[in-house]
């Protein structure tokens, strides 16, 4: 039986901090004094100046052109600096989707997140740990608990002030925020103030923002189970109500990495809890009127999750091109129009398939389907207490047939 030899290890990736050469180790410091070409960022290269002895290249705009230009050299000797472990919200991750494991050495630094953890006393395995680097300061919503310890690594000198701003305007403003500056560097400087009185100026781009979360009673806190308060969201009674909402999400069944289309969007309450459920999920909200696609968006934001994307168009012209979907939900509005059996088409092997009505003629249709694919049809009756005169009764909402289906292999 013959084997394949190992893979050359050409690359070296080299996790560096803001104490430099300092902070280096010796086989870090021959792997780049050893590579005929070094890539980082300007700070990562002048860090490390006095060991590069090969061509000096700084990231170009846009980045994947400097992974182009790695990947370019295989097999010659090259080394990558990152920030801290490059295997951390870092540039590591963007290499491996490029290059084999076996052809890489990777030396990593102790990270923003655990030089901070130091720091603070924190227990990293009991801390959440959010980058909003070049990401939207939504992220952090749904980590916004009473008790919570968050680690935000922020995008530049204004992040802390921004993340002032969004605790205090949503009810957690007396939540104490810790700023680390440059850590690990002669610049190094920690401060700590309330959200609400914030004032510090002129913070060094490179910080990372402790938050210990005081909530108010007020607070806008997101719960961790399906079938948030409608009046968490902004809609126009288009939405699916959270009791029905929470049985939905229960026949969706969400499992990681799996992408959504919430077809009939409304508010985007469905395909905003479904990524709520993990960070590694993803939605399409396709939604025909344009006042509540944009409603969606800004619920999108509201709830922490802004990378739903959102899709203006009726279905089922407006599903063409989009990925393949693990699970579809189909709202309880309105008629069919071919929606359901494109829906069928392009559902994936082994995906779910969860359809509402609450009109008599999309029922007729999800009977049909029942009658024709086996699943699931259930019916969802609602009550809720209201006053009758000086007394109280029961008043009932719009009854939901529920069909859901899984599509075989």
Not at 86 to 113: C, K, Y
């Amino acid at each position: 039986m013959s084997t394949s030899p190992p893979p050359q290890k050409w690359l070296s990736v080299v996790g560096i901090g803001e104490d430099g050469i300092a902070g280096l180790g010796d086989a870090a410091k021959r792997k780049i004094a050893a590579a005929e070409f070094v890539f980082g960022g300007k700070r990562h290269l002048s860090l490390a100046g006095e060991l590069i002895a090969g061509e000096a290249r700084a990231w170009p705009s846009p980045f994947e052109k400097g992974i182009e230009a790695v990947i370019a050299l295989r097999g010659r000797p090259v080394c990558v600096l990152a920030s801290g472990d490059p295997f951390l919200h870092g540039v590591g991750a963007t290499l491996a989707r490029h290059v084999e494991a076996g052809e890489m050495d990777v030396l990593p630094a102790p990270s923003a997140f655990s030089l901070a953890a130091a720091r603070l006393g924190w227990p990293l395995q009991s801390t959440a740990t959010v980058s909003l680097h070049g990401k939207a300061i939504d992220l952090i919503r749904p980590q916004l608990h009473a008790g919570q310890r968050i680690l935000a690594l922020t995008s530049d000198a204004d992040g802390p002030a921004a993340l002032a701003k969004l605790l205090s305007g949503n009810g957690f403003r007396k939540s104490k925020l810790t700023i680390l500056e440059a850590l690990g560097g002669a610049d190094e400087k920690i401060t700590a103030q309330t959200a609400f009185a914030f004032s510090l100026a002129g913070i060094n781009p490179l910080n990372l923002v402790a938050i210990e979360v005081v909530a108010d009673a007020d607070a806008r806190i997101l719960p961790l189970t399906p079938g948030l308060a409608d009046d968490l969201f902004e809609h126009d009674g288009q939405i699916t109500k959270r009791e029905i909402r929470a049985t939905t999400l229960s026949a969706l069944s969400p499992r990681r990495g799996e992408l959504l289309w919430d077809i009939g969007a409304g508010s985007g309450s469905v395909a905003i809890e479904w990524m709520l459920a993990d960070v590694s999920l993803r939605a399409v909200a396709i939604e025909a009127n344009s006042e509540r696609a944009a409603r969606i968006g800004r619920n999108a934001g509201a709830f922490g999750v802004p990378g739903l994307e959102i899709v203006e168009g009726r279905a089922p012209e407006a599903l063409a091109g989009l990925d393949s979907p693990d699970a579809i939900f189909i709202g309880g509005g309105g008629s069919d129009d071919g929606v359901l059996a494109a829906a069928v088409d392009a559902l994936k092997p082994g995906g779910r398939l969860v359809a509402n009505a609450v009109t008599l003629e999309m029922e007729a249709l999800l009977l049909a389907a029942y009658r024709e694919r086996g699943g699931d049809l259930i019916r969802i009756a609602v009550s809720r207490a209201a006053s009758v005169g000086s007394m109280n009764g029961w008043r009932p909402a719009m009854p939901v047939t529920q069909w859901s289906w899984v599509k075989p292999w």
